[in-house]
C-alpha cells in the first residue's frame, strides 16, 4: 500500500517557503573593520600612601607632550630598567580632608627629564581637586636617578598613581 499523501502546507510554511525562494541579498560592507592593538601592557604597581614607586604604562601609548620639538620621550617598558627614587617627595595629606575621612586617588602623567628631574604634565584623574594640587607638589620635589636607554640618559613619561588612604591603629 503506497504511503498517505502529506498534509496540506500551513499559512505560516507558505510563508516561510516563499522567502526561501525569494533571493535575498547580501548586505555589502561600506567600511573596514578596524585593528585593534592588542599589545601586552606592561605593569607595575606598588602603590602605599605616599609611594612615588608606581607606575603605569601601555606598551604602545607614548604620549609627548606639545612642545618637546625633536626632544624623544620613551615610556617605560623602552627603557633599560625603570628609574630608581632617589628622593621622595613629602605628600602631604589635605588637613581638612583627612579630617573629614575621605580617601582618594590621584593618577599623574609625569615626566623625567634626563638629570631625573620629575615634572607633572598633566593630572588625569583626581578624585579630590586638593588631592590633585597636594600630589603635584609631592611629585614635582620627587628626584628619580636619570632614566637610560642603550647606557644614555633620556627623557621618560608615565601614568603615576597616587594613592591616599588613613591608616587605622
Known amino acids: 500500500m503506497p504511503p498517505p499523501p502529506p498534509p496540506p502546507p500551513t499559512e505560516v510554511e507558505k510563508i516561510v517557503e516563499k522567502i526561501k525562494q525569494s533571493t535575498l541579498k547580501a548586505p555589502e560592507l561600506t567600511r573596514s573593520s578596524v585593528a585593534l592593538d592588542t599589545s601586552p601592557m606592561n605593569i607595575s604597581l606598588d602603590v602605599t ?20 620639538g625633536q626632544n624623544l620621550v620613551f615610556s617605560l617598558h623602552e627603557l633599560d630598567r625603570n628609574p630608581t627614587i ?16 575621605l580617601e582618594g586617588e590621584v593618577k599623574l602623567l609625569v615626566q623625567i627629564n634626563e638629570q631625573g628631574k620629575v615634572s607633572v604634565i598633566e593630572v588625569v584623574s583626581a578624585t579630590h581637586p586638593d588631592f590633585a594640587e597636594s600630589s603635584k607638589i609631592a611629585a614635582e620635589s ?4 636619570p632614566p637610560m636607554r642603550n647606557g644614555e640618559p633620556v627623557m621618560t613619561q608615565f601614568y603615576l598613581p597616587i594613592r591616599f588612604t588613613l591608616l587605622e591603629k
Not at 605616599?50 to 607614548?62: E, R
Not at 620627587?142 to 636617578?145: L, N
Open 142 to 145: 620627587s628626584v628619580y636617578e
Open 86 to 101: 632617589l628622593k621622595r617627595g613629602n605628600l602631604a595629606y589635605p588637613a581638612h580632608l583627612k579630617r573629614r575621612g
Open 49 to 68: 600612601p605616599g609611594d612615588f614607586k608606581a607606575a603605569f604604562s601601555l606598551a604602545s601609548y607614548n604620549p609627548t607632550p606639545d612642545g618637546l
